[in-house]
């Protein structure tokens, strides 16, 4: 065999299995990317839980995800309160009767740390990062196998004070909201949101 057909054998076998590799490596991405998707329409308010507790290493991880999010000039201006004790559940349910928290085992309160927010107009963008937080931790408890909804605290001039309260928070800190969470009780169906007349392309 001639060494610039051996060179060129070489060549094919090569490029086949750079073709072979990339073309595993977009299937995984495409399963990866479905995925993602399938946990985002599939996320719904749950709000009866069985009695089974939530691994502390599990509600760490959700938190983790929690900060993950993003947050207007990286301020991160976020803390979390996580609930596991009855009692302390029971303290919130009382002072948030739509906290749907009798049958919960655990609760993330999502407040605003208005020391790290910034000052002027950037101090208000505390609720936006704290709301997207509070989306990646509804999204991290699905993809884990449990169920939890959003029950907002802010700007509820009845509830906040008194979540304040149990919580014992300093003055500087916000309730944004409690989000209640445990393993689902029965199946909640996702509700289909999607509405073309709610999209605009280029300008309004």
Not at 82 to 88: D, F, G, P, Q
Not at 143 to 168: E, F, I, K, M, S
Request: aromatic letters at 8%; a neutral charge.
């Amino acid at each position: 065999m001639k060494k610039i057909d051996y060179v060129l054998i070489t060549l094919g076998l090569a490029a086949l299995v750079l073709a072979a590799s990339c073309s595993q490596a977009n299937r995984k991405a495409d399963a990866g990317d479905s995925a993602v998707i399938e946990n985002i329409m599939t996320r719904t308010s749950v709000r009866q839980f069985t009695s089974r507790p939530i691994a502390k290493d599990t509600l760490e991880m959700i938190v983790r995800a929690g900060m993950a999010a993003p947050s207007a000039m990286n301020k991160q201006p976020w803390a979390f309160v996580v609930v596991t004790e009855k009692e302390m559940l029971d303290s919130l349910c009382a002072v948030h009767p739509y906290s749907n928290l009798k049958t919960a085992t655990a609760a993330i309160v999502v407040c605003g740390d208005l020391e790290k927010a910034g000052k002027d107009f950037v101090r208000e963008y505390w609720i936006q990062d704290c709301s997207a937080a509070t989306e990646n931790i509804l999204l991290a408890a699905h993809a884990l196998g449990l169920g939890a909804v959003w029950c907002g605290v802010y700007p509820n001039p009845n509830v906040l004070p008194q979540v304040t309260r149990v919580l014992g928070l300093p003055s500087w800190v916000i309730p944004l909201n409690i989000i209640t969470m445990g393993y689902p009780a029965g199946e909640s169906q996702p509700k289909d949101k999607w509405k073309p007349e709610n999209v605009h392309y280029q300008r309004w």
